[in-house]
């Protein structure tokens, strides 16, 4: 009788065994940036094991040189790959950053560091000269990290025209209206693809009639 007691205990024990779940953790892996910019990159990474705890929070976090560790969450849906917008970097400037993910019960885990370096802000200036009733120059100036640039600007019947600079560092505008006052938004476009804007405004005197 003990012997059938014995046996039949021995099959609950092993029973249960077989019932209980294992623990198995969640992963994440950290991959690339896209997007990049001088003061903005964004982050990608990837859930590689969902787990049985439970996922309550993942995202990137990120390792600013000025402000420290943060940790940024991917709030807008469940999904297997996420990316994070870093936002307000510094131009020209390295940062390590790493995806997350953090379980029901406290335990957080991450993937392995990468890092990017953000673009140098490239800038360029222009103004105006020679200006006549009637026609007007625009310069250029640090165009040497641009790969093409130009302006737009409101014509005398109201359009709004586009002229490039075909890497010429002036611009003629011909045609203007005496007495007027013209708004020019130069555009640019770096080295890095990005584009870039400048805007300044002048001014045609009256129109001169000789007695």
């Given amino acids: 009788m003990k012997r059938l007691t014995y046996t039949i205990?021995?099959?609950?024990?092993?029973?249960?065994?077989?019932?209980?779940?294992?623990?198995?953790s969640a992963d994440v892996e950290t991959l690339g940036t896209t997007n990049m910019t001088d003061t903005e990159a964004v982050c990608w990474g990837r859930i590689t094991e969902n787990g049985t705890t439970g996922i309550v929070e993942f995202g990137i976090e990120l390792n600013d040189p000025t402000n420290g560790i943060t940790k940024i969450p991917y709030n807008?849906?469940?999904?297997?790959?996420?990316?994070?917008?870093?936002k307000d970097l510094t131009n020209d400037s390295q940062y390590q950053y790493r995806a997350y993910i953090i379980e029901k019960n406290g335990e957080v885990f991450y993937g392995e560091y990468d890092n990017f370096i953000t673009f140098e802000t490239i800038k360029f200036s222009m103004f105006a000269h020679?200006?006549?009733?009637?026609?007007?120059?625009?310069?250029?100036?640090?165009?040497?990290?641009?790969?093409?640039?130009?302006?737009?600007?409101?014509?005398?019947?109201?359009?709004?025209?586009?002229?490039?600079?075909?890497?010429?560092?002036?611009?003629?505008?011909?045609?203007?209206?005496?007495?007027?006052?013209?708004?020019?938004?130069?555009?640019?476009?770096?080295?890095?693809?990005?584009?870039?804007?400048?805007?300044?405004?002048?001014?045609?005197?009256?129109?001169?009639?000789?007695?």
């Fill in 9 to 24: 205990l021995a099959i609950i024990y092993i029973c249960s065994c077989n019932n209980e779940i294992e623990h198995i």
């Fill in 130 to 211: 020679n200006i006549t009733d009637t026609t007007a120059e625009i310069h250029f100036t640090n165009t040497e990290q641009l790969l093409e640039w130009g302006l737009f600007y409101l014509d005398s019947d109201g359009k709004n025209t586009k002229v490039d600079a075909n890497n010429e560092l002036i611009i003629y505008l011909t045609d203007l209206e005496p007495d007027g006052t013209y708004q020019i938004r130069g555009y640019a476009v770096d080295k890095n693809g990005l584009e870039i804007f400048s805007q300044i405004h002048f001014s045609t005197p009256p129109e001169f009639n000789a007695l």
């Fill in 76 to 86: 807008i849906f469940r999904v297997d790959s996420f990316a994070v917008r870093q």
